[in-house]
């Protein structure tokens, strides 16, 4: 049986699809790739179908990652019984989350992205900002903080695992 993670930020474009990659990536390093399940999906639908932002992949691609594969999926109520983690790229995601799950079975641990960062929590800084209408510096930004969460999961995952 294996764990799996979500990633969800807006439309499953940016922030998550960089959560999903990164991660994969970092897991298989360190030997987990087979034990754990990454995906990633969007709170609204308007990108489904589509692959990452452009900006995305060239902010991935600089810290060599592919992100090519991707195709953007909308977050449907089910992810919640679902998924044993669903990390959300900010409180909003977050609240949206928990009101998709009102009503049904949650069994998912929902958490922000960034409580896995140290540095991040010791600063108070838990939202990961959309990069969306911001320039290349923004989306290597958003990756950096990503790698961070990233490296914290997995190591969280390899004492859990």
């Not at 999903?20 to 990536?25: M, Y």
């Not at 992100?67 to 998924?83: F, P, T, W």
Request: with cysteine.
């Amino acid at each position: 049986m294996s764990y799996s993670v979500c990633f969800v930020c807006s439309g499953n474009i940016c922030r998550s699809p960089m959560g999903e990659v990164i991660l994969r990536a970092m897991l298989d390093e360190a030997g987990l790739g087979d034990q754990v399940v990454v995906d990633s999906a969007g709170i609204g639908d308007w990108h489904v179908g589509q692959g990452a932002d452009p900006r995305t992949l060239a902010a991935l691609s600089r810290a060599g990652y592919d992100g090519n594969a991707h195709r953007a999926r909308q977050l449907e109520a089910s992810y919640l019984a679902d998924r044993d983690l669903i990390l959300a790229a900010d409180r909003g995601h977050l609240h949206d989350l928990l009101e998709l799950g009102e009503g049904t079975e949650v069994t998912a641990e929902t958490r922000l992205v960034r409580e896995f960062d140290s540095d991040a929590m010791a600063a108070g800084k838990l939202e990961l900002d959309d990069p969306y209408f911001g320039n290349a510096t923004d989306f290597d930004r958003c990756r950096d903080e990503v790698e961070a969460a990233c490296r914290g999961l997995v190591a969280e995952l390899r004492d859990e695992l």
